[in-house]
């Protein structure tokens, strides 16, 4: 990177996303962007990931506009319905049985916006998993080890989840763990951001 190169920031305390980006080897902070997560009424899932995603970015380039912001969301859809984050042991069990031998949808929207060079980019990107026909006992067992209550959908697919998979259908295999990579990557080269130079 040039000496010139913006600040970049992830609008998220999201450690997973934090992770992801940190594949890239690019000197990020991670500011919290404060954005309501309620859904609209009527709104689809993959709509509502892109607003959220945006309104982040958004959120935390107010507060620094001089800075590149990375903003995401995830939503998974099953039947058309959002699910959220189960945030209990109770809710996790209901939307595992709910997906077993099931197809969910999970819409990961990226929003990059730098205020000062008047950049702007987004992109969405779908995973579609097919679950297994998970027993009552084998969802327990899950849960209880890995306790995914902060993940939409309720698996870890990137650990002990994948065992719940029978397949996963995507372009950028990353965006089921929250941040889309590839997608991520090509927006922050057009905003000046190498990764490859970074690294060398």
């Known amino acids: ?6 600040r970049l920031v992830l609008a998220s305390t999201s450690r997973y996303r934090r992770d992801l980006l940190a594949r890239l080897r690019l000197p990020f902070a991670a500011i919290a962007p404060d954005v309501d997560e309620a859904a609209l009424p009527g709104e689809a899932p993959a709509a509502m990931a892109q607003r959220l995603a945006l309104a982040k970015a958004n959120a935390v380039a107010a507060r620094e506009p001089l800075s590149v912001v990375i903003g995401s969301d995830q939503v998974a859809e099953l039947d058309g319905n959002a699910l959220g984050k189960p945030g ?12 077993r031998g099931r197809a ?4 990961t929207a990226v929003a990059v916006v730098g205020v000062a060079r008047h950049f702007l980019q987004q992109a969405l990107v779908t995973v579609t998993v097919r679950f297994r026909c998970l027993s ?5 067992r899950y849960l209880r080890l890995e306790q995914p209550y902060d993940c939409a959908g309720s698996a870890k697919c990137e650990t002990l989840g994948i065992a719940l998979v029978e397949t996963i259908e995507s372009d950028d295999p990353t965006a089921l763990v929250g941040l889309p990579l590839i997608r991520t990557s ?4 057009a905003a000046g951001f190498d ?6």
């Open 1 to 6: 990177m040039k000496a010139s190169t913006p």
């Open 88 to 99: 209990s042991h109770a809710r996790a069990v209901q939307q595992l049985r709910s997906m």
């Open 104 to 107: 969910v949808r999970f819409h």
């Open 136 to 140: 009552d006992d084998e969802i327990e």
């Open 186 to 189: 090509a927006m922050l080269r």
């Open 195 to 200: 990764p490859l130079a970074a690294a060398a």
